[in-house]
């Protein structure tokens, strides 16, 4: 089993910033890449960014590029996203993912491929 647990979330005001984190684990060395993914009521989830463990790559949505980056800490495996020049359009659920199987390229911005979600954490972007 995996455990995945996000936090970082919270309201700022346009034009702001914000870090989640997330810390995941399990009991061998299972976890090949971590994304983050956010849902807004009335919109389909969608792929935010993801970091590759085995390959060392990590992978942004168009919307977000530029403005949000994903780092890791491979020995705690955790996985920060920081979150600047917020919009009102970032406001959602923001939910952290993991692959236990390895992936490239646009495997990793699959969600229905990730095994294991969070809790989701909060983030709303005030205008």
């Known amino acids: 089993q995996v455990q995945v647990v996000e ?6 005001q346009a034009g702001g910033s914000l870090r989640l ?5 399990c009991r061998a060395s299972c976890i090949y890449a971590i994304a983050w993914f956010r849902h807004t009521p009335g919109k389909d989830r969608e792929f935010v960014a993801a970091s ?3 390959g060392g790559s990590t992978y ?5 590029k530029g403005r949000f980056t994903i780092s890791r ?3 705690k495996n955790t996985v920060y996203l920081q979150m600047s020049s917020l919009k009102p ?3 959602a659920v923001y ?5 236990t199987s390895s992936c490239s390229g646009y495997e990793c911005r699959i969600g229905g491929r990730y095994g294991y979600w969070g809790q989701g954490t909060q983030v709303t972007v005030s205008s």
């Open 7 to 12: 936090s970082g979330g919270g309201l700022v």
């Open 21 to 25: 984190s997330c810390a995941a684990s």
């Open 52 to 54: 590759s463990w085995s």
């Open 60 to 64: 942004y949505a168009d919307s977000v």
């Open 73 to 75: 800490d491979n020995a």
């Open 89 to 91: 359009e970032d406001t």
């Open 95 to 99: 939910y952290c993912a993991v692959r």
